[in-house]
């Protein structure tokens, strides 16, 4: 099975900051990523698929990168719905295995 | 628009079974797979299987094989995550998401309210 890694666990940040997540895959997933945010009680969104394409209806202020191993998704100016949990997910091959979650917060 | 309705919450005594069902629709139903998510109380996102809305044929993670039947219903739009043998550590959240393939990837892009399952004696 592909792991999946995200760093950090869990950053509070300030409405207007610049934020940047990592995920890192344990092989080559090519560009097979997705990027989800998760608001309590609520299910998952998909927010960039195939690493660097914006879902139909996201802001453009998120924004994704990488290919290979190494990924990450990039909030350009933190706005307050922002505040959530990030998930990494690939697609590259079954088992689809999701990171372990970025818990953004206020600071 | 496209819709994924699920059935709802679910409370069970350990060893037994549950059944979820998750509704499709607003679009072609045989056209997209089907993928079941588990998230556990305070815990992250766990891929479970995938069945294909038109012929039936499923895949399951390692975790999770022998103890999970994805099924379909085409006549109703409908899949089914059923598993068995419950025990504590089973309650959860469990999602139905669809696919949606895309040039250079795939990913979820609808997903179900989420169905709660308890399982305690």
């Known amino acids: 099975d592909i792991q999946m890694t995200q760093s950090p666990s869990s950053l509070s940040a300030s409405v207007g900051d610049r934020v940047t997540i990592t995920c890192r895959a344990s092989?080559?997933?090519?560009?097979?990523l997705n990027w989800y945010q998760e608001k309590p009680g609520k299910a998952p969104k998909l927010l960039i698929y195939?690493?660097?394409n914006l879902q139909s209806g996201v802001p453009s202020r998120f924004s994704g990168r990488g290919s290979g191993t190494d990924f990450s998704l990039t909030i350009s100016s933190l706005q307050p719905e922002d505040f959530a949990t990030y998930y990494c997910q690939q697609s590259y091959s079954s088992p689809w295995t999701f990171g372990p979650g970025t818990k953004v917060e206020i600071k | 628009q496209v819709q994924l309705v699920q059935s709802g919450a679910e409370v069970k005594k350990p060893g037994a079974s549950v059944k979820v069902s998750c509704k499709a629709s607003g679009y072609t139903f045989t056209s997209n797979y089907i993928h079941w998510v588990r998230q556990a109380p305070g815990q992250g996102l766990e891929w479970m299987g995938v069945?294909?809305?038109?012929?039936?044929?499923?895949t399951y993670a390692q975790k999770f094989q022998g103890r999970v039947t994805l099924t379909r219903d085409t006549s109703t739009s409908t899949v089914y995550m059923e598993m068995s043998s419950l025990r504590s550590e089973d309650t959860a959240v469990f999602y139905c998401?669809?696919?949606?393939?895309?040039?250079?990837?795939?990913?979820?892009?609808?997903w179900g309210q989420g169905t709660l399952v308890t399982v305690s004696s």
């Open positions: 998401a669809r696919v949606i393939i895309r040039t250079g990837g795939r990913g979820f892009d609808h």
């Open positions: 092989q080559s997933i090519s560009s097979y």
């Open positions: 069945v294909s809305p038109s012929d039936g044929s499923t």
């Open positions: 195939a690493a660097s």
